[in-house]
């Protein structure tokens, strides 16, 4: 199919059917591209995003690394084209623990993400060791990979609002945060000057002639319509299984309720400075023998004294506002709207976070005026995306980005559309089909994954 005669309807204005249309239109010069769906661009997910990156993964080969630096790439090619528009940084991640057994866990990491292609691995374990820091603004700093430091003098010096018993750390260094509602509206900007339109709908069907989807309708003011489409790209997010079983799919995604609680950090509890910081230990909260002996005698609170799981992670952002995800509620479950916040999550997510910086415990467990969003991490068993043809000709899949939907945005646009185009695709592009789970030896491989990389 040419670009001057396809008809494009992508399913979802989400940040992923946002960058399929931006890189159809632009690199591939499609013209006649529509993007649908009931809500406003960017709203359902896309805009409750930690707006972080990073190219650490885990294995078990290097798919997900080769996959998240083309990404990076595009998306530090558009903050160089607009003068960093989108305000991206590279302060990088630091997984930091207290327990000394995590040390070799620590290493392993980074050596297993240098060869994965993630850079370098470097080692610190005495004082004197020649750690760089990582620059509080700007992103065109040279160091990738990871710092590994297991000398406690030099985490203090470079790291002094960390627990006073953390005993290692590592700085994946090609990682940050940036502004998700500015790179999405970049991209949203360059489809609409192309020519891109957006329809308020719901699509209500997708009709299939001779194994090949026809159309799209969709209810929109004013009733229902058919959109006459030559491609469809189902790129619906949270919804993504209602609208694969639209064409006969049912696709193998579950969706997990994630979020996150920020506030004005007005007593300075975690410094403007810091990167995104995550606690590898399992903790038990920071409550005190007042609080805690209230809560073992309150049988609906006493859940709050069990051992709380690692993973508790924070941010900076801005002038003051500090960020906070604690997923320790975890489990699949059918998407609904609005999403049901779990009890107490804001004072969980502080004392949680407060544990790796004691700085929070100024708070006492309560900031003024947290407010708590979030969304579905939409993901596959082993949290890679899928991306690619379906077995309906003329339908594609762009979904199951999980938590790392926006940083993933530039790379999973591009290779939809090269899908689409019958481009060249890059070598890892296999790795993100859905026909891989047809594949018996990449089903027995799911069996010992390991971790998928999630946060």
Not at 98 to 125: C, Q, V
Not at 252 to 264: G, L, Y
Request: proline share 7%; hydrophobic share 40%; with cysteine.
């Amino acid at each position: 199919m040419s670009s001057s005669s396809a008809k494009i309807v992508i399913c979802g204005a989400g940040i992923a059917g946002i960058a399929a249309a931006y890189h159809l239109m632009g690199e591939h010069g499609f013209r006649d591209v529509v993007i649908v769906d009931e809500g406003a661009p960017l709203s359902l997910t896309s805009d409750k995003s930690t707006e972080a990156y990073r190219n650490w993964w885990p294995g078990p080969d290097t798919a997900m690394t080769a996959f998240m630096n083309r990404s990076l790439d595009g998306i530090e090619a558009i903050a160089r084209a607009t003068a960093n528009r989108i305000n991206l940084n590279r302060r990088g991640y630091v997984f930091a623990t207290a327990d000394a057994g995590k040390i070799p866990f620590l290493e392993s990491m980074a050596s297993s993400a240098e060869r994965r292609g993630g850079g370098e691995a470097r080692f610190h374990a005495s004082a004197s060791s020649p750690y760089r820091p990582s620059p509080e603004r700007g992103f065109e700093f040279p160091l990738t990979g990871a710092d590994v430091i297991t000398d406690r003098d030099l985490i203090r010096r470079h790291f002094p609002y960390l627990a006073p018993d953390t005993i290692g750390l590592v700085h994946a260094r090609r990682a940050g945060w940036l502004s998700a509602q500015q790179l999405g509206a970049l991209m949203l900007e360059e489809v609409r000057a192309r020519g891109g339109r957006l329809l308020a709908g719901r699509v209500v069907d997708i009709p299939i002639r001779g194994g090949r989807i026809h159309g799209v309708e969709v209810e929109a003011a004013g009733g229902r319509r058919t959109l006459p489409a030559t491609e469809v790209i189902l790129a619906g997010g949270a919804l993504q299984r209602d609208l694969a079983r639209l064409i006969g799919l049912d696709l193998p995604i579950v969706a997990e309720r994630h979020f996150k609680v920020s506030f004005a950090d007005r007593l300075g509890g975690l410094p403007r400075e810091a990167p995104m910081l995550i606690w590898l230990d399992e903790q038990d909260l920071p409550w005190s023998a007042e609080e805690r002996e209230a809560l073992a005698e309150d049988p609906e609170a006493s859940w709050l004294l069990q051992r709380f799981p690692a993973g508790v992670h924070g941010r900076p952002d801005g002038a003051s506002t500090t960020l906070i995800l604690f997923n320790h509620h975890g489990g699949a479950v059918e998407p609904t709207f609005p999403l049901p916040e779990p009890p107490h999550y804001a004072e969980i997510a502080l004392r949680g976070m407060s544990t790796m910086v004691p700085g929070l415990r100024a708070y006492g467990g309560s900031a003024p005026r947290t407010f708590v969003d979030g969304g579905y991490y939409v993901r596959t068993r082993e949290n890679r995306p899928l991306v690619g043809p379906t077995p309906v000709e003329g339908a594609f899949l762009s979904c199951a980005y999980s938590g790392f939907g926006i940083m993933a945005s530039w790379a999973g646009g591009d290779l939809v559309a090269r899908h689409v185009a019958g481009a060249a695709l890059p070598a890892d592009a296999p790795a993100f089909l859905l026909s891989r789970y047809e594949d018996p030896q990449y089903r027995a491989a799911l069996e010992t994954w390991g971790d998928g990389g999630q946060l």
